[in-house]
């Protein structure tokens, strides 16, 4: 068990990445707040981890929502023993041409993925730090916080912003033994991706199957999808390491689609 009696509290743990990522921790023995957008979907994932002998929490957050935000991470720290995890999960996609972008979808998926991680992050320092037993920040980063796509411009931008948060908590989070570290997934097969199938097919005029054969896999180095579980893996290993030795990095888990 390599995370025995951590506290972690995963966002957007729902559906898709963070709900696997917080499977995979409290099977590694932490304590896991399931924080997303309604009580009964958050309840539905902290249920999956007690049905199996674990110990997990649903609370409701809105990451752009500061009051929200402040009070789950507070909930959390009381009610399983302090912070000692924050996975920056929550996120959406929206795609349209620059263009032709409303700035009001621009505004919201930026608040959703960089207002969003900069709240939970400082509600969650404050307990690590006063803690004082360190802490593990990691940020759902993506292929997209290193390289850029058509249509994805707030997305983009975002995750290429959670990489400068990720470097400023690191070097002020040092002195406290808190690191931060970003994971960039490639392609997953979520809700969140399902939805943008046949959005890129219509924006592009071609097929659901040319998008995923000629979009998202393509540059892959054996055209497959990068899976959950491959996610969680990476956020097990970031959320256990154990010293400031791996801090303020970001590691790309793609099949391949983006190298370095
Ligand atoms: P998903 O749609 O399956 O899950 C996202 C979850 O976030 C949902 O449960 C949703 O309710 C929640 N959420 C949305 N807005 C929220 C808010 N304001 N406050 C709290 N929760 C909110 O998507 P996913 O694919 O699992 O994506 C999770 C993260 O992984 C996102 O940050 C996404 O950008 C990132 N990511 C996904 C992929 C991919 O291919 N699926 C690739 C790279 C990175």
Not at 150 to 173: D, F, M, N, Q, R
Not at 213 to 241: P, Q, S, Y
Request: net charge neutral.
């Amino acid at each position: 068990m390599r995370l025995k009696d951590k506290v972690a509290i995963v966002t957007g743990a729902a559906s898709g990445i963070g709900r696997e990522i917080a499977l995979a921790y409290a099977r590694e023995g932490a304590k896991v707040a399931i924080a997303d957008l309604n009580q009964a979907a958050a309840d539905k994932t902290a249920s999956e981890i007690t049905a199996k002998g674990g110990v997990a929490l649903g609370v409701v957050m809105d990451v752009t929502n500061e009051a929200q935000v402040d009070a789950g991470v507070e909930a959390t720290a009381k009610a399983l023993g302090g912070i000692d995890i924050l996975v920056s999960n929550a996120g959406i996609q929206i795609v349209k041409p620059v263009v032709e972008f409303p700035y009001a979808e621009w505004k919201k998926l930026i608040s959703i993925h960089l207002d969003g991680a900069f709240l939970t992050t400082r509600a969650c320092l404050k307990h690590m730090y006063k803690q004082g037993r360190g802490g593990s920040v990691i940020y759902m980063g993506s292929v997209h916080s290193k390289e850029g796509s058509p249509l994805k411009a707030p997305y983009v931008s975002a995750k290429h912003g959670l990489i400068g948060l990720c470097k400023v908590v690191a070097k002020e989070g040092a002195e406290h033994g808190v690191r931060a570290n970003v994971i960039c997934p490639g392609f997953v097969r979520t809700p969140l991706v399902e939805k943008q199938i046949p959005e890129l097919a219509a924006e592009n005029k071609m097929s659901e199957e040319d998008v995923v054969k000629k979009i998202m896999l393509k540059e892959t180095v054996d055209g497959e999808f990068t899976t959950t579980e491959d996610v969680a893996e990476a956020a097990v290993f970031f959320a256990g390491f154990p010293s400031n030795a791996l801090t303020g990095q970001s590691l790309v888990v793609s099949h391949g689609w983006f190298i370095q």
